[in-house]
């Protein structure tokens, strides 16, 4: 054990050294300590030698779990989301999980319920406190794509997006081509023009909304202003009930099926029926979009399949294989009871 003078040196309680004095007194951060002890990730020589130097001066001992961990390959893989609840995001992880648990890794989930910069640094030094082989992000909000800016240098990650962007190998759907072809075919059965509600992007603006705004501006129809609602259905109902006093209105867009289902019911309750008055289509294929009535038209989007191809992506990075930057495959249309010509088509 390290003499008293050495403990009240480094300011550490009279008791037995755990892995946040080693980081106190090595100035550096928790995660840091723990990928210096597990060999999970890459640290500088000078972070791992003032490392080092604190654990020798406190007399701390890794639990033997810990050094059981450092002395084989780690086996576990954190994912890292900023909801687990929703249809899409639950599918996902489920993806994740079926493909890392056949090649005999466990999975952690971590939310990270926000983009603030304390609640973003709690959850990657929860996720980096781990022996992980490495990391999956779902990109799909703003806390997603804050976490993956902040993993730490030399990690193993990739990301779940609906939209491509640069730095580490992506799963893909690209769901700005199917929102476009969503898009034009409601735009074949005589609309005019489509309204869109949007869901939170993960950026300025989500693949669906540019989906629906090329597509309109392919076909030289005027685009709507963008009608903002949250992941809850109830802001779709209260903009439904909004719509059914305009006139202008023959066809909506929205951003999920959750949403639209919300869109529906506020039309309704102002007295206009779907998709008699009214066409909505949504997006991402909830299963009960099948089961509403009317049946709801929207875009498949294989969730499951996408976290699969995350993980087999993360597999390749972790073995040091060659790796794709992209996977990406497309979404497919679903042509069901919801839309329909407008009135004066009929």
């Known amino acids: 054990m390290p003499s008293q003078a050495s403990r009240s040196m480094v300011n550490v309680p009279d008791r037995r050294p755990v892995i946040r004095d080693v980081a106190r007194a090595a100035g550096v951060s928790v995660p840091t300590v723990s990928r210096v002890l597990t060999g999970a990730a890459r640290v500088s020589e000078e972070k791992a030698r003032r490392v080092r130097q604190a654990i020798e001066e406190l007399g701390y001992r890794p639990s033997a779990t810990a050094r059981a961990l450092v002395a084989r390959k780690p086996k576990l893989i ?3 989301a900023g909801n687990t ?6 599918e996902v992880i489920r993806g994740v999980e079926e493909g890392a648990r056949a090649d005999g890794y466990t999975v952690s989930i971590t939310v990270v319920e926000s983009a603030d910069p304390a609640e973003v640094e709690r959850a990657i030094s929860l996720v980096a406190s781990q022996p ?6 779902l990109k799909f909000d703003p806390p997603g794509v804050a976490a993956l800016h902040a993993l730490p240098d030399g990690v193993p990650a990739v990301a779940v997006s609906g939209v491509r962007a640069t ?5 893909v759907l690209d769901e700005s081509w199917a929102a476009h072809e969503l898009v034009d075919h409601v735009l074949d059965l005589g609309h005019a023009t489509v309204h869109h509600v949007s869901v939170p992007p993960s950026r300025t603006e989500d693949g669906r909304t ?7 501006k ?9 009608l903002a609602a949250s992941w809850e259905p109830e802001s779709g109902r209260e903009i439904g009930r909004e719509l059914a006093a305009r006139d202008d209105v023959t066809a909506v867009f929205c951003g999920n099926d959750e949403i639209a289902m919300g869109v529906i019911r506020g039309l309704r ?9 009214v066409s909505v289509a949504g997006f991402d294929d909830h ?3 099948q089961m509403f009535s009317p049946s709801l038209t929207t875009v498949h989007q294989d969730f499951a399949g996408l976290g699969s191809r995350a993980y087999h992506l993360l597999d390749d990075v972790i073995e040091g294989r060659k790796v794709r930057k992209f996977w990406s495959e497309r979404p497919t249309l679903v042509v069901r009871e919801s839309v329909a010509p407008p009135p004066a088509s009929s």
Do not use: C, H, N
């Open 210 to 216: 540019t989906g629906w705004r090329k597509a309109l």
């Open 132 to 137: 992980i082989a490495g990391v999956v992000v």
């Open 167 to 171: 730095g580490v190998p992506q799963a």
């Open 78 to 80: 954190a994912v890292i």
């Open 85 to 90: 609840s929703r249809y899409g995001y639950a």
């Open 287 to 289: 299963p009960l979009a």
């Open 218 to 226: 392919a076909r030289g129809a005027v685009v709507p202003p963008v």
């Open 269 to 277: 309750e102002g007295g206009r029926e779907v998709p008699e008055d």
